[in-house]
């Protein structure tokens, strides 16, 4: 069971760092930045923020429907350290590789690109 539950927090923590953590820490300050520089409208951070703050929204909404409906599995995810843990070493080991790879640095500044260029003043 502990197995399965890492796997899961593993998942669970690559997949938020991926659609919430990491626009916020990387897309919103760079919006921000090229807006300032007239690159871009100013709307731009704004609309780069609704895709996290829905993901988290429904992480949220997720955890609070676990715990209402399946409080024995809620409580089962809170207390579980393997859990717990796969999720910080999924959401930390891809901020890692975000920090030292080239590759997602190029794939991070083609994502960027691609939502901006519609967008570009």
Request: proline share 5%; glycine share 8%.
């Amino acid at each position: 069971m502990g197995v399965v539950l890492f796997a899961i927090g593993l998942a669970l923590g690559l997949l938020y760092f991926s659609v919430a953590a990491l626009p916020i820490f990387y897309g919103l300050p760079k919006s921000i930045l090229w807006a300032a520089r007239g690159k871009c409208g100013w709307s731009v951070p704004f609309k780069y923020l609704v895709s996290p703050v829905l993901w988290s929204v429904f992480f949220l909404v997720l955890f609070v429907l676990l715990a209402m409906f399946w409080p024995s599995a809620f409580a089962t995810l809170q207390e579980s350290a393997t859990f717990n843990i796969g999720s910080l070493i999924g959401f930390w080991g891809a901020a890692l590789r975000v920090l030292v790879s080239r590759s997602a640095h190029n794939d991070m500044a083609q994502d960027f690109q691609d939502f901006v260029r519609p967008r570009e003043s």
